[in-house]
């Protein structure tokens, strides 16, 4: 049969960025995918470095809009482990509940957008309506409907008033209802099962082999969650499940996600309930040299940010891994076998989000790629031995963590 | 002066521009019901207007690679099927111009606006209007089987009469076998509409519109005329088939107004209660579930006929 090209993007109503998937089809069926980015750089990392540790995490911040604490909260957590401090209860309750906030938008956000994909504009609207209430909370909170500017290196910057809390907790019994009423909508529709279920299946072993994170692992019955694997914020103090499936189709990833946001509500109002007196920020005054990781769950999945300082005021190393850069090669599983009407859905299933993911590509003046990802990876290694070699190095610390020695 | 009366009615009332400007009103209906349906505010009552005026002023821009003449003829050949159709069915009451066999004329002309967007998606030459042009066929061979049953089913229940004037005479909707074949033709007209969930063809998120995509400037508006004509022409088809046809005169207006109303609203409850299906599901559903029942309902009207019972 003849194999003809579908290309989806760079610019296509179904994404919101610049991203191009190359699908070859058969007909309907699609036989392979080639995913292409790097339409979307704006050199965030290397901006970071310029900046004060402060105002680093205002940068950060705007890496994505969705996840705007996310990348906030893993750096400052970074920050935090050169230092090797513990940011005081109250700041961890405060970013516990702004974290599971943004969850629920963000979560809420997908669902809407994967209702519009398939054609479903009114679930689409109701759900973004829906979103308006989390968006209300967090305006409560920190003024902002999105970047909600409430986190530093040391804890945070804004106290919740005790004055709030009785709004946002009827705010957020507002919200269950109906999203209990949109899990039955969707646990029940029979078109909508026809449309996701047996959809893109990811398999436990490919997605384990393919390292996807977040709910995409989740939904494979992959159980890895930050938020219970490590220790930090306030998620170890109370009770909450890990919702975890083991179909991996699309239905599954919209079922983990939907669950997900009712674990969240829960914590939140733990959160506020329990909140612990006390300061809330530990007035770091320097930032000793030395490197730190910061992981944090984000929506989407582990996100993950080492820096490392030289004793200055600002970081000398940035690097930030967002939960998509894992996800998206899962494609490659999901996708062949399946028909084009399913493609958008397999798509946008994962969650993806490029602005947060987006590294640089070289091309020439007609477009053509100029060095793929083997050629990269060869270049990159290139540049750490010769930097090793002009610092005199003979083995890092994260290569002896890869390798298992102590 | 009987010629030049016609003439009016066919031209201004209730002929072409009178249906031209229901149409664009329904589908404003359309629009303010589903933004209401939505939580959003929706268009002003002469936005599907202002939207062909704008359209009309636009330029056209003609693909390279494809067939220039029957991309142009090919959204003509829906417009003008289409407003034959429109036309029989609105002046079948005032004039006598239903003829033998008129039906069949206007089940034939009801497909070629879906042939037409073959057509323009197959001359363009772009990959994405190929993948649409190619559902749309499949679409047109899935919802034709049942469609035609149907139809057949009243023709059979008249005694084989197939002038509109004999078949708009009686409403169907007294018996089981009426009242099935006219929710099987409400999916149909579904599907003949390209709404949710059979918008398979255009599909936004998917092909980008499918054979759409090339269109643009007045071609693309007449698609969005004859879009909004079969919004008007396929209700008033259903009502002068299945339930007791139109007339102009009275309180018989009006009672043509809410049966119009009604398949109007029903028709945008179902695209805005269903995500899209994949064309082989809506293969599936046409072929199976409402062939058997078109069947079943044929069945039902012998057995009735042959013993008597009114209500079957």
């Given at each position: 049969?003849?194999?003809?090209?579908?290309?989806?993007?760079?610019?296509?109503?179904?994404?919101?960025?610049?991203?191009?998937?190359?699908?070859?089809?058969?007909?309907?069926?699609?036989?392979?995918?080639?995913?292409?980015?790097?339409?979307?750089?704006?050199?965030?990392?290397?901006?970071?470095?310029?900046?004060?540790?402060?105002?680093?995490?205002?940068?950060?911040?705007?890496?994505?809009?969705?996840?705007?604490?996310?990348?906030?909260?893993?750096?400052?957590?970074?920050?935090?482990?050169?230092?090797?401090?513990?940011?005081?209860?109250?700041?961890?309750?405060?970013?516990?509940?702004?974290?599971?906030?943004?969850?629920?938008?963000?979560?809420?956000?997908?669902?809407?957008?994967?209702?519009?994909?398939?054609?479903?504009?009114?679930?689409?609207?109701?759900?973004?309506?829906?979103?308006?209430?989390?968006?209300?909370?967090?305006?409560?909170?920190?003024?902002?409907?999105?970047?909600?500017?409430?986190?530093?290196?040391?804890?945070?910057?804004?106290?919740?008033?005790?004055?709030?809390?009785?709004?946002?907790?009827?705010?957020?019994?507002?919200?269950?209802?109906?999203?209990?009423?949109?899990?039955?909508?969707?646990?029940?529709?029979?078109?909508?099962?026809?449309?996701?279920?047996?959809?893109?299946?990811?398999?436990?072993?490919?997605?384990?082999?393919?390292?996807?994170?977040?709910?995409?692992?989740?939904?494979?019955?992959?159980?890895?969650?930050?938020?219970?694997?490590?220790?930090?914020?306030?998620?170890?103090?109370?009770?909450?499940?890990?919702?975890?499936?083991?179909?991996?189709?699309?239905?599954?990833?919209?079922?983990?996600?939907?669950?997900?946001?009712?674990?969240?509500?829960?914590?939140?109002?733990?959160?506020?309930?329990?909140?612990?007196?006390?300061?809330?920020?530990?007035?770091?005054?320097?930032?000793?040299?030395?490197?730190?990781?910061?992981?944090?769950?984000?929506?989407?999945?582990?996100?993950?940010?080492?820096?490392?300082?030289?004793?200055?005021?600002?970081?000398?190393r940035h690097k930030v891994r967002a939960p998509t850069f894992m996800n998206l090669p899962t494609y490659k599983a999901t996708i062949k076998g399946e028909k084009i009407a399913d493609a958008s859905i397999i798509l946008a299933a994962i969650d993806p989000c490029y602005c947060c993911t987006e590294r640089m590509s070289i091309r020439d003046t007609k477009g053509e790629r100029l060095f793929n990802g083997k050629e990269l990876i060869r270049l990159s290694q290139i540049k750490t031995q010769t930097l090793k070699q002009k610092l005199g190095v003979k083995e890092t610390s994260l290569e002896k963590l890869v390798q298992?020695?102590? | 002066?009987?010629?030049?009366?016609?003439?009016?009615?066919?031209?201004?009332?209730?002929?072409?521009?009178?249906?031209?400007?229901?149409?664009?009103?329904?589908?404003?209906?359309?629009?303010?019901?589903?933004?209401?349906?939505?939580?959003?505010?929706?268009?002003?009552?002469?936005?599907?207007?202002?939207?062909?005026?704008?359209?009309?002023?636009?330029?056209?821009?003609?693909?390279?690679?494809?067939?220039?003449?029957?991309?142009?003829?090919?959204?003509?050949?829906?417009?003008?099927?289409?407003?034959?159709?429109?036309?029989?069915?609105?002046?079948?009451?005032?004039?006598?111009?239903?003829?033998?066999?008129?039906?069949?004329?206007?089940?034939?002309?009801?497909?070629?606006?879906?042939?037409?967007?073959?057509?323009?998606?197959?001359?363009?030459?772009?990959?994405?209007?190929?993948?649409?042009?190619?559902?749309?066929?499949?679409?047109?061979?899935?919802?034709?089987?049942?469609?035609?049953?149907?139809?057949?089913?009243?023709?059979?229940?008249?005694?084989?009469?197939?002038?509109?004037?004999?078949?708009?005479?009686?409403?169907?909707?007294?018996?089981?076998?009426?009242?099935?074949?006219?929710?099987?033709?409400?999916?149909?007209?579904?599907?003949?509409?390209?709404?949710?969930?059979?918008?398979?063809?255009?599909?936004?998120?998917?092909?980008?519109?499918?054979?759409?995509?090339?269109?643009?400037?007045?071609?693309?508006?007449?698609?969005?005329?004859?879009?909004?004509?079969?919004?008007?022409?396929?209700?008033?088809?259903?009502?002068?088939?299945?339930?007791?046809?139109?007339?102009?005169?009275?309180?018989?207006?009006?009672?043509?107004?809410?049966?119009?109303?009604?398949?109007?609203?029903?028709?945008?409850?179902?695209?805005?209660?269903?995500?899209?299906?994949?064309?082989?599901?809506?293969?599936?559903?046409?072929?199976?579930?409402?062939?058997?029942?078109?069947?079943?309902?044929?069945?039902?009207?012998?057995?009735?006929?042959?013993?008597?019972?009114?209500?079957?």
């Open positions: 049969m003849k194999k003809t090209i579908i290309p989806i993007g760079p610019y296509h109503p179904l994404q919101e960025e610049p991203e191009f998937f190359m699908l070859t089809v058969e007909g309907e069926t699609v036989v392979d995918v080639d995913v292409q980015i790097g339409y979307n750089h704006r050199g965030i990392e290397k901006l970071s470095e310029l900046k004060s540790f402060d105002q680093s995490t205002f940068v950060i911040e705007r890496i994505c809009g969705i996840c705007s604490t996310s990348h906030p909260f893993a750096y400052t957590r970074a920050v935090e482990d050169i230092e090797g401090v513990e940011v005081p209860m109250r700041a961890k309750y405060i970013r516990t509940i702004i974290a599971e906030g943004e969850r629920i938008h963000s979560h809420l956000l997908w669902l809407g957008l994967a209702g519009h994909f398939l054609g479903y504009n009114t679930v689409y609207m109701w759900v973004w309506k829906l979103r308006e209430e989390i968006l209300d909370v967090m305006e409560i909170i920190s003024g902002n409907r999105n970047n909600y500017a409430m986190f530093k290196p040391g804890g945070v910057r804004r106290d919740i008033n005790p004055e709030d809390i009785p709004l946002i907790m009827k705010k957020l019994d507002k919200i269950v209802p109906t999203l209990k009423m949109l899990f039955k909508a969707v646990r029940d529709d029979p078109v909508i099962h026809a449309r996701t279920k047996g959809i893109g299946v990811l398999t436990k072993e490919a997605s384990i082999n393919f390292g996807a994170l977040g709910p995409t692992s989740r939904a494979s019955g992959v159980a890895r969650d930050v938020r219970k694997d490590t220790v930090y914020g306030a998620y170890h103090e109370m009770d909450w499940d890990m919702i975890v499936t083991n179909n991996g189709d699309v239905f599954d990833k919209v079922v983990v996600r939907i669950l997900e946001m009712f674990e969240s509500v829960k914590i939140i109002k733990y959160c506020l309930l329990h909140l612990p007196d006390g300061e809330i920020d530990l007035k770091i005054k320097n930032i000793p040299p030395g490197e730190g990781i910061g992981t944090h769950e984000a929506p989407r999945g582990e996100t993950f940010h080492y820096v490392r300082s030289d004793g200055s005021n600002s970081p000398v298992g020695k102590p | 002066m009987d010629i030049l009366l016609t003439g009016v009615y066919v031209v201004f009332f209730p002929g072409f521009f009178t249906v031209v400007i229901i149409g664009l009103l329904s589908s404003w209906v359309d629009r303010k019901v589903t933004a209401r349906v939505q939580y959003r505010k929706g268009p002003p009552l002469l936005q599907p207007f202002y939207d062909v005026v704008k359209l009309l002023g636009k330029e056209t821009i003609l693909p390279k690679q494809g067939s220039r003449f029957m991309f142009i003829l090919a959204p003509l050949i829906g417009f003008v099927s289409i407003s034959i159709v429109a036309v029989i069915l609105m002046l079948r009451p005032l004039v006598a111009t239903s003829f033998v066999g008129d039906l069949i004329v206007v089940v034939y002309l009801l497909t070629l606006p879906s042939l037409a967007l073959i057509i323009g998606g197959a001359a363009s030459g772009n990959p994405l209007a190929a993948q649409g042009a190619s559902r749309e066929i499949k679409l047109i061979l899935a919802y034709e089987l049942p469609f035609l049953i149907a139809i057949a089913l009243i023709v059979y229940k008249a005694g084989f009469k197939i002038d509109l004037q004999t078949l708009s005479a009686t409403s169907e909707l007294g018996t089981v076998s009426g009242i099935i074949s006219f929710i099987i033709v409400l999916l149909c007209v579904q599907a003949k509409l390209g709404f949710v969930p059979f918008d398979i063809a255009e599909a936004e998120t998917e092909i980008m519109s499918g054979p759409y995509i090339e269109y643009s400037g007045p071609l693309l508006s007449v698609f969005k005329i004859t879009q909004s004509l079969m919004l008007f022409t396929l209700p008033v088809f259903m009502i002068t088939v299945f339930w007791g046809g139109i007339q102009f005169h009275g309180w018989e207006l009006l009672w043509f107004v809410i049966k119009y109303v009604v398949i109007l609203v029903l028709i945008i409850v179902i695209k805005n209660t269903n995500p899209r299906v994949r064309i082989d599901q809506a293969l599936k559903f046409f072929w199976g579930f409402c062939t058997v029942l078109a069947i079943i309902a044929f069945v039902l009207a012998v057995i009735g006929n042959t013993y008597g019972i009114a209500w079957l």
